[in-house]
C-alpha cells in the first residue's frame, strides 16, 4: 500500500552549469545497474531527500521506500533527475523540491561522475592524496569567494581572509540540548574570528556548528563564508547532509573523507560524540603520533558543556590508559580540553592556528592544504568491517601508538558500520555480533568508553539500542 507521505514520481531539473551538456556516455556510467553506479547514485539522492528527519538507520529508510529509483533525462541545455517514490517532505506543497537538496543532488551527481572519469580507484599513499585533492580542487573547494560588497565599509577592508576549521561531533545531539546549544555558542565565537567551518555535514553537532557560525557571520556582516560537508556514499542515507551545508563535496569512503577533514582545514574542535567521533579522534591522533610528523603542528580542542565534563573525562582516560600518556602529552599534548567555555576555545584556537601558519609556511605548504603531513597507510587504506577482519584487530602494546591508534580507529569504524549500514546491520542479523578482541586491560577500557556511549544515548537518534558487538577479553 502506498504511503500518503510517499511521492509516486517527481522531476528536478539540474540547474548547476556544471551539469550542461553532459556526455551520454556520463549518464549511462551513472544510470547503469552493471556498473554498480546506479545503485550508488540512488542512495545518495535517498539520503538527499530525507534530510530533516529522525532516522539514522540506512536499513529502516530503504525497508521504508523500497522502491525509490532516480533516472536521469535530458533537457534542452542540462539534465533532470527523475525521481520515484521517495519521500514527499522534500517538496514544498508537494511540487517544489527545497533548493538546498536541488544543489545537493547535482554535487552528488557531479562528484560521482568525477571519481569515475578522472580518479578511479588509487591504491598507493601519495596517489590516494592526490586524490583527495584533486575531488576537493574539482568541487572548487579551494576557491576563495570574493564577499558581496557592503557600502558600510572600505573596500579594502571587506575582503575577509577566512580561515577553515574542522569540526567533530554527534550526530545524535538533539537541537534542545544543552550541548546542541554549547556547540553554537563556540562556533559563533569562532566565526567572529572569521573562520569557517567543515563537518560531516549530517545532523546533531554538525548542524549546530553552521548554525553558530550564521550568527557570527550576521554579526560580523561576513558574506563570504562556506559551509563545507563532506560525506560519502557508505553512510549518506544515515547522515544525510543538512541545509546549512553548501557545498556538498562527496569522496569515495570514509578514510578519504577523514583524510580531506584533517588536510583541508587548520586545527579541529571536537564536541561530545559516539563512536563516529571516537574514530576521527584516533584517526587524528595516528597521524599526529607518526614519526613522520614530529615538527608539524595541527591543533585538536576538546570542548563541551559542564555537563559533558565526565563525558570528556572518559575519553581522555580511554586514550592515557589505552594509547600512554607518554605518547600523548610528550614533548608536547596533542590535545586540549576546555570545559564551559565558548569564548576561552576560540581564542585558544586563533592562538594555536597562528604556529599552525608558521608550520605551514616553513613547509611550503599553502593554507588550504595541508601538504606535507604524512598519512600512514593504515589511516588511509579503506577498512572492510567483516566479522573476520575485525576478530583480527590487533589491540594490543606490542606496537607503536600512531598504530595502536589506527587498530583503535578500525575497532570504533565498524561498531558505526554495525549501527548505521544497511550491510553491517545485515551482517549482524546473519552473524552475531561483532567479537571485539585483545588486550584484557584494554579491552575493558574500550567496554567502559562503549557502555558509556550506550548509557548516553550516543549509538542511535531514535529507539532502544541493541549493541552490534560483544567485547572478548
Request: aromatic share 8%; proline share 6%.
Amino acid at each position: 500500500m502506498e504511503s500518503s507521505h510517499t511521492f509516486r514520481q517527481m522531476e528536478v531539473e539540474a540547474l548547476d552549469q556544471r551539469l550542461s551538456y553532459l556526455p551520454e556516455a556520463d549518464i549511462q556510467y551513472l544510470t547503469s545497474a552493471g556498473n554498480g553506479q546506479h545503485e550508488i547514485l540512488r542512495r545518495c539522492c535517498l539520503g538527499i531527500l530525507h534530510t530533516g528527519t529522525d532516522n539514522d538507520s540506512t536499513a529502516e529508510l530503504l525497508e521504508r521506500y523500497p522502491k525509490f529509483n532516480v533516472h536521469i533525462d535530458r533537457t534542452r541545455d542540462s539534465i533532470k533527475f527523475v525521481l520515484e517514490n521517495g519521500p514527499l517532505s522534500a517538496f514544498i506543497d508537494g511540487q517544489r523540491i527545497h533548493a538546498a537538496m536541488r544543489e545537493h543532488l547535482c554535487s552528488a551527481a557531479i562528484d560521482l561522475i568525477f571519481h569515475a572519469r578522472a580518479i578511479g580507484t588509487p591504491m598507493g599513499r601519495q596517489e590516494i592524496t592526490d586524490a583527495i585533492f584533486r575531488i576537493l580542487d574539482h568541487a572548487s573547494v579551494f576557491q576563495l569567494i570574493p564577499p558581496v560588497a557592503d557600502p558600510f565599509k572600505r573596500v579594502e577592508n571587506s575582503r575577509y581572509e577566512l580561515t577553515r576549521i574542522t569540526c567533530f561531533g554527534g550526530h545524535t545531539m538533539k537541537p534542545q540540548s544543552e550541548e546542541y546549544t554549547y556547540v553554537k555558542r563556540v562556533c559563533q565565537q569562532l566565526a567572529e574570528r572569521f573562520c569557517e567551518f567543515i563537518t560531516g555535514g549530517g545532523q546533531g553537532a554538525m548542524r549546530a556548528t553552521f548554525s553558530g557560525a550564521k550568527a557570527g557571520y550576521t554579526f560580523e556582516r561576513i558574506t563570504n563564508a562556506r559551509a563545507f560537508g563532506f560525506n560519502c556514499p557508505g553512510i549518506i542515507t544515515s547522515e544525510p547532509p543538512n541545509l546549512h551545508v553548501r557545498p556538498l563535496v562527496i569522496l569515495p569512503d570514509i578514510e578519504k573523507r577523514l583524510e580531506a577533514f584533517i588536510r583541508a582545514s587548520m586545527g579541529c574542535i571536537v564536541f561530545p560524540g559516539g563512536p563516529g567521533t571516537a574514530e576521527e579522534i584516533q584517526t587524528i591522533l595516528s597521524v599526529l603520533l607518526h614519526k613522520e610528523n614530529r615538527d608539524q603542528v595541527y591543533p585538536i580542542i576538546l570542548t563541551g558543556p559542564e555537563s559533558s565534563r565526565g563525558y570528556f573525562e572518559a575519553i581522555d582516560t580511554f586514550i592515557m590508559k589505552t594509547v600512554g600518556r607518554d605518547a600523548i602529552r610528550e614533548p608536547e599534548p596533542l590535545y586540549e580540553i576546555i570545559i564551559g567555555d565558548p569564548e576561552r576555545v576560540a581564542q585558544r584556537m586563533m592562538a594555536a592556528i597562528g604556529r599552525t601558519e608558521n608550520c605551514r609556511s616553513e613547509h611550503d605548504d599553502p593554507k588550504l592544504w595541508y601538504r606535507s603531513l604524512y598519512l600512514p597507510e593504515e589511516v588511509q587504506q579503506p577498512f572492510n568491517p567483516t566479522h573476520e577482519n575485525v576478530a583480527k584487530l590487533e589491540i594490543n602494546r606490542d606496537q607503536s601508538p600512531y598504530a595502536l591508534c589506527a587498530q583503535l580507529r578500525k575497532l570504533f569504524s565498524a561498531v558505526v558500520y554495525g549501527n548505521v549500514t544497511d550491510e553491517g546491520v545485515k551482517s549482524i542479523r546473519e552473524n552475531g555480533p561483532y567479537e571485539l578482541r585483545g588486550d584484557p586491560a584494554m579491552m575493558q577500557e574500550v567496554s567502559t568508553l562503549l557502555e558509556r556511549f550506550v548509557a548516553e544515548r550516543r549509538m542511535k537518534i531514535e529507539g532502544e539500542y541493541k549493541p552490534c558487538y560483544k567485547v572478548v577479553a
